[in-house]
């Protein structure tokens, strides 16, 4: 701390320069912050207790395949299941096909088994008994000003209609609402529809559904379960995979994209990037500064000492950019979480994240600030006077 002064000048002697290398850094972890929220929040969908009781059957194939509607009675047979349910992928949009709609067709004891959401029950018996009713998530109905009430059309991107058009019709009768008040997840965002009347008004359903929801009884055993669902479909055009919920979320979001690994390439490609330019920043510094080096020298600074006010130099730059490249993607983590109504909550930057960010931070900067800290300390005090 007795140094600082000089690390700052030193910093400060090309002011461009270092302004354009930190605002570099702050992009860099501006970037790891909002990817590495993105992450947490992919791995965190279907984690909470009452998905824990929960086992989600689909295709073996793949999520997108259909399972005979035959299977359910089956399933409720395995020990240590207690209720069962189903849905399918509807696909809906709503004014084109920009305004993608998280649509799905259900059983009627669908809510039965997410005790999560929460629906009024005049709206759960109005969508009992009204063959067109859908349930909308709250903030889907503030996205597109709907109300109770309302007749609604919507297209799907893959069923046609009775009339062998893409074009739907629902009646909104009751809105879905997280219970307790609580923010993010899909449960506000999605619309539901009887499985009933979408199975008879397509003619590309036949007694089949997307997938199997399963509450069990003993969370302990819920594995000797998903084997035993599994049991039932083997060797079967049909065989299934079955897994808690939070695992069938990121199987299903891995068959589409690894999350993780692409946000890894993304990281070791930006920070691989920002290791060339800091460094070419430091050797450039100390380069210029080589007489300035040698008369602290002169005066009496040792060779470590020197090595030591480079790499403080490395570390002040990348660590000041650092933390404000994390504190930055924290304010934009909530701004878009109110941009993007909670769809995908973006976590705030946890300790995790500031651990291992720091780390990062103090890793680069040693590593970018190592060499020319070599050269400074070995540099020949004539030598360096001389120009040469």
Request: glycine share 8%.
């Amino acid at each position: 701390m007795k140094y600082l002064h000089l690390v700052w000048a030193a910093l400060m002697r090309r002011k461009t320069r270092t302004a354009l290398t930190v605002a570099s850094i702050v992009a860099a972890f501006l970037l790891f912050g909002l990817l590495d929220g993105i992450r947490v929040a992919f791995a965190q969908l279907g984690k909470n207790a009452d998905g824990a009781q929960r086992l989600q059957t689909a295709s073996r194939l793949s999520f997108i395949e259909t399972l005979p509607k035959a299977l359910g009675k089956r399933i409720e047979l395995v020990d240590n299941i207690e209720a069962v349910t189903y849905a399918s992928w509807f696909g809906g949009t709503y004014q084109g096909p920009r305004n993608q709609i998280f649509s799905f067709a259900v059983a009627p004891n669908y809510l039965d088994l997410y005790p999560e959401i929460e629906v009024a029950q005049a709206e759960r018996d109005a969508f009992a008994s009204t063959r067109t009713g859908i349930l909308v998530g709250e903030k889907l109905m503030q996205r597109f000003d709907w109300k109770v009430g309302d007749r609604i059309p919507l297209q799907s991107s893959i069923f046609p209609n009775s009339d062998g058009s893409m074009n739907w019709s629902f009646d909104i009768v009751g809105v879905l609402r997280n219970r307790g008040g609580k923010q993010g997840g899909f449960n506000d965002q999605m619309l539901l529809m009887h499985y009933d009347y979408y199975a008879e008004s397509t003619p590309y359903v036949d007694n089949e559904v997307g997938w199997y929801v399963s509450r069990v009884s003993d969370v302990r055993r819920a594995d000797r379960a998903a084997k035993a669902i599994d049991a039932l479909s083997a060797n079967s055009p049909h065989e299934t995979r079955t897994m808690t919920e939070g695992a069938a979320i990121a199987s299903q979001l891995k068959q589409m994209a690894d999350i993780g690994m692409i946000v890894s390439a993304i990281m070791g490609a930006v920070f691989f990037t920002l290791l060339l330019l800091t460094g070419n920043t430091m050797a450039q510094a100390v380069r210029e500064r080589t007489s300035e080096l040698a008369v602290l020298k002169t005066i009496g600074f040792s060779s470590p000492s020197v090595l030591m006010l480079v790499l403080a130099e490395s570390m002040v730059l990348v660590i000041f950019g650092g933390v404000l490249g994390l504190g930055l993607a924290a304010a934009a983590s909530a701004v878009l979480n109110l941009v993007a109504g909670d769809m995908i909550r973006l976590p705030g930057i946890e300790w995790r994240s500031w651990l291992l960010g720091l780390g990062l931070m103090a890793a680069i900067g040693l590593v970018v600030g190592a060499l020319p800290a070599l050269r400074a300390m070995r540099l020949n005090i004539v030598d360096a006077l001389a120009g040469r």
